[in-house]
């Protein structure tokens, strides 16, 4: 069964820092990989979404690349701000029409 | 704006007494679906809809019931609540689905936490 994992389950930064979330899923016949934010008490934003074919999107600041040979995806933030603090969720989408949600990285950053 | 809206925001029932969480969404999107959000266990799929009239259970469906008779509308009906489905609820609707995911893109509703005592 497919496991997602998130690594670290929170993360403390100073403002402007780069930094890097990690996503890792066992089975690597994944169809789609979706990178969501989610702030407290709130619903799910989707910031990128990354079919199988392709290894990394870009919107603005943030950057995610997947490499399936070894189950992994990366989530990366440029230049953080506070506004960036929430909660950052991983979800596989696998070809045998199954998705996993990861826990989440809870990312706070600091002024 | 193209969105999906889930009602109500905050619910607190006693035991027993059915409820419905409604979701309705303005995308023309064929795949609606269920989740509920727990501390420590992210997000697990109640159920899920592929198009109007076509439903399935997702992983966690006991004690919880929907129906999709228009496409915009997939309502999360609890007959008889109980103390441990007091949880985040979530409605997600994306343009195609099979299975238990969506071929595109979710768009999430703003969730609603429900509370039964």
């Known amino acids: 069964k497919q496991e997602v994992t998130q690594i670290p389950a929170a993360l403390s930064v100073p403002e402007g820092e780069n930094l890097v979330l990690n996503c890792s899923f066992t089975?690597?016949?994944?169809?789609?990989l979706q990178w969501f934010r989610q702030d407290p008490g709130k619903g799910l934003t989707s910031l990128l979404l990354?079919?199988?074919?392709?290894r990394e999107q870009t919107s603005g600041r943030l950057n995610a690349s997947l490499d399936k040979s070894s189950g992994r995806s990366t989530l990366y933030i440029a230049a953080s701000q506070p506004g960036d603090s929430a909660t950052y969720l991983c979800?596989?989408?696998?070809?045998?029409?199954?998705?996993?949600f990861g826990a989440g990285t809870r990312l706070t950053v600091k002024p | 704006e193209a969105q999906v809206t889930q009602n109500p925001r905050y619910l607190i029932t006693v035991t027993g007494k059915k409820l419905t969480v409604t979701c309705s969404q303005n995308m023309n999107h064929e795949y609606m679906s269920w989740y509920r959000q727990d501390p420590g266990l992210g997000l697990r799929q109640i159920y899920y809809s592929m198009n109007v009239e076509v439903t399935d259970k997702g992983d966690v469906p006991e004690g919880y019931k929907v129906s999709r008779k228009e496409k915009r509308n997939f309502p999360l009906i609890l007959e008889s609540p109980s103390p441990n489905q007091t949880s985040l609820y979530f409605c997600a609707s994306s343009l195609s689905g099979t299975g238990s995911g969506p071929s595109y893109g979710y768009t999430f509703g703003s969730g609603t936490r429900l509370t039964v005592v």
């Open positions: 979800a596989v989408y696998l070809s045998n029409n199954d998705m996993r």
């Open positions: 089975d690597s016949a994944i169809y789609n």
């Open positions: 990354i079919q199988s074919s392709q």
